[in-house]
């Protein structure tokens, strides 16, 4: 059967709910396709639109990993998609095979399918149904992100041409917000890959149940099982990372571009980065403090412009004087000035006040205080008699007693300090 005069059909190599796919030769080109045909006896009123909508919307995408838009028409009352024919299987048979996939296989797969999402994404695409079956590995083994059959431009009052309250997409792999009938965004396509890749490493989806109904409750309630749980050997960054994908939360999960670039990084490993190789410091030409850049670098970096820019925290002794010369431009020496001012005040109020204890203790020092008093009169007043019966002395310092007949202090003071001084 020839197609719009140039696709000829050879074989059936798929069926969906819309339509069949063919495997067929581009004559006018030369080269292999796919071309995907309406099916005549769909009865679905929307049918035709979802068909035209998927040619748009695949068609607005070119990517390495999206299945890419050729041709579209219609044939006898058919409408036709033409695309590129990826010669290989989908995941869903890689999984029938295998059962489950190694860390770094599926961790290659993640980056590149993360990678397609995100291209759609910026185009205000979400595909909205992400599943094995529809991520497709081509000869070399690289993902492709086929049918966008039922995506939905963000900006679509309509919803992607869905009945209101119709969930539409495959239940196990559906992100808890799709399953309350909120409209579907980007996150709830990374939810769906988390759920995929989770399908990959532990050969299980995460959340299975015996009806529709039952698995969207565990989408919404449940926290999937770790898959260290599940005797799965996974670096805990990459279990950790995938648990993160089906978080509950929309606004709790990763983007599909950061998901594609730490997957390619190899963050799933867990392995620290290693640190950058120290670099010997060169000491400025100027004086110190001066914020002069080398010739040929930038501004405050010993490093050429365009290369990788390493910092070397210079020692206590080396750094001290460049220290000393910054304080000294922010204050402009005023402090140290301050400093040494009240320094010299200080020592002078010392001085001044050791010379006034000095001058006052020769003032009242017992040498001067008697120096009116003959020696001879000295030696006979040393030890006054008292008189019996009055509590007064008979030497010369009874008559130097107060009015009270208090005894003289030494050297002829008084207590009341009104002696002959």
């Given at each position: 059967m020839l197609i719009a005069g140039r696709y000829r059909l050879e074989t059936a190599i798929g069926r969906g709910a819309m339509g069949e796919v063919w495997r067929a030769y581009d004559e006018m080109l030369g080269r292999p396709v796919a071309v995907?045909?309406?099916?005549?006896?769909?009865?679905?009123?929307?049918?035709?639109?979802?068909?035209?909508?998927?040619?748009?919307?695949?068609?607005?995408?070119?990517?390495?990993?999206?299945?890419?838009?050729?041709?579209?028409?219609?044939?006898?009352?058919?409408?036709?998609?033409?695309?590129?024919?990826?010669?290989?299987?989908?995941?869903?048979?890689?999984?029938?095979?295998?059962?489950?996939?190694?860390?770094?296989?599926?961790?290659?797969?993640?980056?590149?399918?993360?990678?397609g999402l995100a291209v759609a994404h910026e185009q205000g695409i979400v595909h909205r149904d992400i599943k094995p079956g529809n991520l497709l590995l081509d000869a070399v083994g690289s993902v492709k992100i086929g049918d966008f059959g039922i995506a939905r431009f963000m900006d679509d009052p309509a919803g992607g041409l869905t009945a209101t309250g119709q969930?539409?997409?495959?239940?196990?792999?559906?992100?808890?917000?799709?399953?309350?009938?909120?409209?579907?965004?980007?996150?709830?396509?990374?939810?769906?890959?988390?759920?995929?890749?989770?399908?990959?490493?532990?050969?299980?989806?995460?959340?299975?149940?015996?009806?529709?109904?039952?698995?969207?409750?565990?989408?919404?309630?449940?926290?999937?099982?770790?898959?260290?749980?599940?005797?799965?050997?996974?670096?805990?960054?990459?279990?950790?990372?995938?648990?993160?994908?089906?978080?509950?939360?929309?606004?709790?999960?990763?983007?599909?571009?950061?998901?594609?670039?730490?997957?390619?990084?190899?963050?799933?490993?867990?392995?620290?980065?290693?640190?950058?190789?120290?670099?010997?410091?060169?000491e400025p030409e100027s004086r110190p403090g001066s914020s002069a850049a080398l010739p040929g670098t930038w501004p405050g970096t010993d490093t050429a412009p365009g290369s990788v820019t390493t910092y070397a925290f210079p020692s206590a002794g080396a750094a001290a004087p460049v220290l000393r010369a910054r304080r000294r431009q922010r204050t402009g020496g005023g402090a140290l000035s301050t400093r040494r001012s009240r320094a010299l005040s200080a020592l002078a109020a010392l001085v001044i006040f050791l010379g006034a204890l000095l001058l006052g203790l020769a003032w009242f020092s017992p040498d001067q205080s008697s120096a009116d008093t003959p020696p001879a009169d000295r030696t006979h007043s040393a030890s006054p008699v008292p008189v019996p019966g009055t509590g007064k002395s008979d030497g010369p310092d009874r008559q130097r007693g107060g009015p009270d007949g208090q005894r003289g202090g030494p050297k002829g003071k008084t207590e009341h300090g009104d002696g002959e001084d």
């Open positions: 995907k045909l309406l099916l005549a006896q769909n009865t679905d009123p929307t049918a035709a639109a979802r068909f035209r909508l998927e040619a748009q919307t695949a068609g607005r995408l070119r990517h390495p990993h999206v299945v890419g838009v050729v041709d579209f028409g219609e044939q006898d009352g058919r409408l036709f998609l033409v695309m590129e024919l990826v010669e290989g299987d989908s995941l869903q048979h890689v999984l029938a095979q295998a059962g489950s996939l190694p860390a770094e296989e599926v961790a290659r797969i993640a980056a590149q399918a993360a990678a969930i539409v997409g495959t239940s196990l792999y559906i992100a808890p917000e799709r399953a309350l009938g909120q409209p579907a965004g980007p996150p709830s396509d990374v939810y769906s890959l988390g759920c995929v890749l989770y399908q990959l490493l532990t050969g299980r989806v995460p959340f299975h149940a015996a009806s529709a109904i039952a698995v969207l409750h565990h989408h919404l309630d449940t926290p999937p099982v770790p898959p260290r749980e599940l005797g799965i050997a996974l670096p805990p960054a990459f279990e950790n990372y995938l648990l993160g994908l089906l978080a509950k939360r929309p606004e709790d999960r990763p983007t599909a571009s950061r998901t594609a670039e730490w997957f390619a990084a190899g963050s799933w490993r867990g392995r620290p980065e290693p640190l950058p190789a120290a670099t010997p410091r060169r």
